[in-house]
């Protein structure tokens, strides 16, 4: 794995912030922790974000078995879970629409930064309806706690860190307290970063300047609370082509509320909006090329139900309208105004004290409406055009305890995805890929079932959860080869393209995911273990029997960690598999061996508290190539490289 870090998860079946179901189980990897839950919430905080990479939102949680990131660089890189991404993995802020470009190509930033974030949750299953209709891989949550939901101890911290493999620099503060009814919340952060040095050498144009702040405020009253916060990003970063640098700005307002319902149906009701105004251009040689902005907002309700018998959950609404455009000598895609409005609910039954049944449902309208567009080298200029799709989800979990240590779960999951913008209207060069990508305005809705069993230990010295899933997709909307782009891109033109065209075809993928612990000693003050993990993931065109692009290949490992003398440490090794199931066009990835190590030590010195950190990855300077990226070819994985973190309260 590309972090040595001593992944402490938590994770709780529940739903994530703002709206929160009772914890059923709780499920965990941390040293002695359990691994069990129905419909898996896994829950990144504190100490354990401080030892992950901080580079991007992919990086972040790459580690995380079935996780890989679509790396385009250090700067740019989303999740990938199971094989699946762009808008197959929705990522939210706080609960809403990040409101950025990031799904609509490899190279454009979650709008983001790790630094930011004081929670990253990723859902699956049932709770994850709360967000999204498409859930096969699930839906990750950045949670910036911007917006106090409670009264807060009076703290400050400045937190430091310094990377040797990409010269990184950067430095956070964050101050929040309360003040009679009030409570308050202030953060910033600066990173920057040189070009990557790799096991081949540097590579040019890799280099970064981050910077953001954020400012929240809530009113807290008797029985919930009502706030609001600013934030804003600035981020100028390369995406290791010659000469192209990206500079993205956002804008964010968001205000949200919670309210405790002494009723005899609903227990509390929460609701949260978000707007924001986004903009990047990409520069060649200083020059502007192209813009892509996206204007909106999106706002969500959440009803907490009373318990009913052994029946409890949450019901809402969520609204959503965006404007996305691009302009500019690269644009290839129609402005277009993006609208959607969705029911949702998640609900927790207890069958009987050994069995746990966790449903849910999302139905969803949503809208897209291109303009005319005229540009250069299409043969027929498209005209202006509306789509609407009215996809509708359901997920089951069954969690059935075989003993007080064992338990297995199923889950049955039905959903369906309304085709993008992109998928819908492309007709242009697309410069990232390097393609010429066409879309179909005759899509339908892509829809895909899912079947997965896990059988977990959650209690003793041996601890750990095996996994096996298969997911179908009757209409999976894929990238399919079609020739060469029409006028200047044709054949023999002088920016010869190959043509890609958005369709939709049967897909099946499946996988499976494992991750034990054994605890040799497990104490307060001492703890020793050895961990084994692994996942494989294995994705195709079931009517031609071609492999899908840029699936991850899997993975298995080991990990010794351990806590003495106040001080935690881990070292691990990861071999990656070599990825020879490819698609067509596409090129084979060797395997290679990954190791690394971690060293955390919290510490108090009279009214000063914090936590050093350091880590150690690729220690053996190994030549890594990521299968899940648009660019292996001439962007390795990042080589041996130390980086030091330190966390200082006040």
């Known amino acids: 794995m590309l972090a040595a870090s001593t992944l402490a998860l938590s994770a709780q079946d529940k739903p994530a912030a703002p709206e929160k179901l009772k914890t059923v189980v709780v499920k965990g990897t941390a040293i002695g922790g359990e691994v069990t839950a129905v419909s898996p919430t896994l829950i990144l905080s504190g100490a354990v974000l401080d030892r992950l990479p901080q580079s991007n939102i992919g990086d972040l949680l790459a580690d995380l078995p079935g996780v890989a990131s679509s790396y385009f660089g ?173 500079g993205l700005e956002q804008r964010r307002w968001d205000l949200a509320g919670k309210a405790e319902v002494a009723g005899s149906v609903v227990r509390s009701v929460a609701y949260r909006v978000g707007v924001a105004d986004y903009a990047h251009t990409e520069f060649e040689g200083g020059a502007p090329e192209s813009t892509f902005t996206n204007q909106g907002w999106d706002g969500r309700l959440d009803v907490e139900l009373v318990k009913i018998g052994s029946v409890e959950g949450v019901v809402g609404l969520q609204t959503s309208r965006f404007d996305f455009g691009v302009i500019g000598d690269h644009a290839f895609l129609p402005d277009t105004r993006n609208s959607a409005m969705a029911t949702f609910g998640s609900f927790v039954q207890t069958l009987a004290p050994e069995q746990r049944l966790r449903y849910g449902f999302r139905i969803e309208h949503a809208q897209v409406d291109a303009s005319a567009w005229t540009h250069a080298g299409v043969v027929t200029n498209p005209p202006a055009d509306s789509a609407s799709f009215t996809p509708a989800s359901f997920a089951f979990a069954w969690a059935k305890d075989l003993n007080p240590s064992w338990t297995s779960t199923i889950n049955l999951t039905r959903t369906e995805r309304a085709p993008n913008f992109q998928e819908l209207y492309a007709d242009g060069p697309h410069v990232a890929t390097d393609v010429y990508e066409v879309g179909d305005r005759n899509l339908g809705k892509e829809q895909g079932f899912g079947l997965e069993w896990e059988l977990a230990k959650v209690r003793g010295p041996l601890s750990g959860s095996f996994s096996v899933y298969y997911n179908r997709f009757s209409s999976f909307i894929a990238l399919q080869r079609n020739g060469y782009g029409p006028g200047d891109y044709a054949l023999g033109g002088p920016e010869e393209l190959a043509r890609y065209d958005f369709a939709a075809v049967p897909a099946d993928f499946f ?140």
């Open 74 to 246: 250090p700067n740019a890189g989303r999740p990938v879970i199971r094989g699946l991404d762009g808008d197959r993995l929705k990522i939210t802020q706080n609960g809403v629409n990040s409101l950025d470009a990031s799904s609509s190509s490899p190279d454009h930033a979650v709008s983001v930064d790790p630094l930011a974030i004081r929670e990253a949750q990723v859902l699956r299953g049932p709770a994850a309806l709360l967000y999204s209709t498409s859930i096969l891989g699930g839906v990750i949550n950045l949670v910036d706690a911007r917006i106090p939901d409670q009264r807060l101890a009076q703290r400050q911290s400045v937190t430091g860190r310094l990377g040797s493999v990409d010269g990184l620099r950067s430095v956070g503060v964050l101050a929040e307290g309360s003040a009679g009814s009030f409570s308050y919340h202030v953060d910033g952060f600066d990173k920057s970063t040189d070009d990557l040095r790799t096991p081949v050498g540097r590579i040019a144009d890799t280099s970064a300047d981050n910077r953001g702040a954020g400012v929240g405020f809530s009113y807290l009253t008797s029985n919930g609370h009502v706030g609001l916060s600013y934030s804003g990003l600035n981020s100028d970063y390369g995406v290791a082509e010659q000469d192209v640098m990206i």
């Open 511 to 650: 996988g499976s995911e494992v991750k034990v612990n054994y605890q040799f000693v497990d104490t307060p003050v001492s703890k020793f273990g050895l961990e084994w993990f692994g996942d494989f993931v294995r994705a195709s065109n079931t009517d031609t029997s071609e492999a899908l692009p840029r699936i991850s290949p899997g993975r298995i490992g080991a990990a010794l960690h351990g806590l003495e003398s106040g001080w935690t440490w881990r070292l691990d090794a990861t071999y990656h598999f070599a990825q020879n199931h490819t698609a067509p066009d596409e090129t084979r990835t060797a395997g290679f061996t990954l190791v690394g190590a971690s060293l955390t030590r919290p510490f108090t010195f009279d009214q000063l508290s914090g936590q050093f950190t350091l880590r150690v990855i690729n220690l053996l300077d190994q030549e890594a190539r990521n299968a899940s990226s648009f660019i292996k070819a001439v962007l390795p994985m990042p080589g041996r490289g130390i980086e030091a973190g330190l966390r200082l309260n006040f």
